[in-house]
């Protein structure tokens, strides 16, 4: 409704007779939608315009373009005129390049009164901006700048934008600075515009710069602390980007797997391995984490970091589990021996060497010292021979053999 209204609003004023512009005597002062004067179309004109206006008030643009295709106008005024309203009316049908190319001619016209010409060229620029015509749609802002003597931050935005599809990056910020200094209130896509800027021109120092003014204007918006979390990262800041993540997850912004890792990675690096854990944990039993080889191995390793080795033990083998890893079934039975839970580790050790993927002679001495811890000496004199075997293992291997030799001897067991 508010776009017919205006439109009416023009339209009757065109053909109801021309606009008083009150002269003044430093004319030269005032500034060209001001000096130009509008008038009526033509008395020919004028019938077709009337007509087609009422048929698009009665909802019926077809047949409004029609009337107006019917007109034959001789004078510049009249032939301008008629060629923004079928602008208008085919970007109303959203036929953009038909739309471009009436609003072209009546914008290199540049006849029509003030008001018309004014929102004419702004109508022209932006559909050309709609339809890709970057390059082509610069001047036209400019030009609608010059000729109404106003900056606009959006049209600032929209130039902006037009120099990003261009990849013309020190023209962004130049026009996007040009349009905070005369914003009323903080515009995020403005300072969005600058920050992409910068980060294509590989500048993270200016872009966190950007980030950290943003971040307070406009603090609800958790992308924003990401952001400014993974430029520090970017930067090597670390204790920044722990500390910006951190303040991140207690306002609730960190919703992806991705920067829940993060996190806990920066908080496993820094000293708090612990926390770092019971943070995954958490979201992977919430299933924002998925329960999969990788991600439980990335657990069992922040709570091996924590010495809590219970619970790494546990998400090792369940990590194991998945795809049957030899080398996550040793990590685990690694722990279990340390843990002195002998018993315990013998069958997962033994599911490392039937999975491989592993050196066969650091598995069999692991099994040789569980079964020491269970005083079983006589499998683990085999499994320390079959270590011994083993290049990796033959020095460890051979200096426990006489060991368990003696113990053996001592518990009366034969070899």
């Not at 007509?51 to 106008?73: H, M, R, T, W």
């Not at 009249?78 to 072209?104: V, W």
């Not at 023209?171 to 300072?191: F, H, R």
């Not at 460890?396 to 518990?411: F, Q, V």
Request: aromatic residues 10%.
């Amino acid at each position: 409704m508010q776009k017919v209204n205006t439109l009416a609003a023009a339209l009757l004023l065109a053909i109801g007779g021309s606009l008083a512009v009150t002269p003044v005597a430093n004319a030269a002062e005032k500034c060209p939608i001001e000096k130009r004067q509008s008038k009526a179309v033509g008395q020919s004109s004028a019938k077709k315009v009337q007509k087609s206006f009422e048929a698009y008030q009665e909802g019926n643009i077809d047949e409004a373009i029609a009337v107006l295709l019917e007109a034959s106008p001789r004078d510049s005024f009249d032939k301008a005129y008629i060629a923004r309203m079928l602008g208008n009316f085919y970007a109303e049908k959203n036929q953009m390049g038909t739309a471009i190319k009436y609003l072209k001619q009546a914008v290199d016209a540049d006849v029509l009164g003030g008001t018309d010409h004014g929102a004419t060229l702004r109508l022209y620029a932006d559909l050309l901006i709609q339809e890709k015509k970057f390059k082509e749609s610069i001047p036209y802002y400019y030009e609608w700048m010059k000729f109404t003597c106003k900056e606009d931050a959006q049209v600032y935005r929209r130039i902006g934008i037009a120099y990003s599809e261009l990849k013309q990056w020190d023209k962004v910020l130049g026009v996007v600075d040009k349009g905070l200094a005369i914003s009323t209130k903080p515009d995020k896509g403005l300072y969005q515009m600058k920050l992409t800027a910068y980060f294509n021109k590989k500048d993270y120092k200016n872009a966190i710069k950007v980030l950290e003014t943003m971040v307070p204007l406009f603090q609800q918006d958790g992308r924003l602390w990401v952001q400014l979390a993974q430029f520090y990262l970017m930067t090597e800041s670390y204790d920044k980007s722990l500390a910006t993540y951190d303040l991140a997850y207690k306002n609730g912004f960190l919703e992806t797997a991705g920067n829940i890792t993060r996190l806990s990675q920066l908080l496993a690096q820094n000293g708090s391995p612990y926390r770092a854990a019971k943070i995954y944990e958490k979201h992977m039993k919430s299933g924002l984490i998925k329960e999969e080889e990788k991600t439980l191995s990335i657990l069992g390793g922040f709570y091996h970091n924590a010495k809590e080795l219970k619970e790494a033990a546990e998400y090792y083998g369940k990590s194991a589990d998945v795809n049957n890893s030899g080398k996550l079934y040793l990590k685990q039975a690694r722990l279990l021996t340390l843990l002195e839970k002998h018993k315990q580790a013998i069958p997962v050790l033994k599911k490392a060497l039937a999975a491989g993927g592993v050196s066969a002679g650091e598995v069999e001495f692991e099994l040789a010292l569980a079964y020491l811890g269970t005083k079983q000496y006589k499998a683990a004199y085999n499994a320390c021979l079959k270590a011994a075997k083993d290049e990796k293992t033959k020095r460890t291997a051979n200096s426990y053999l006489a060991y368990i030799k003696e113990k053996a001897r001592i518990y009366n067991v034969a070899l």
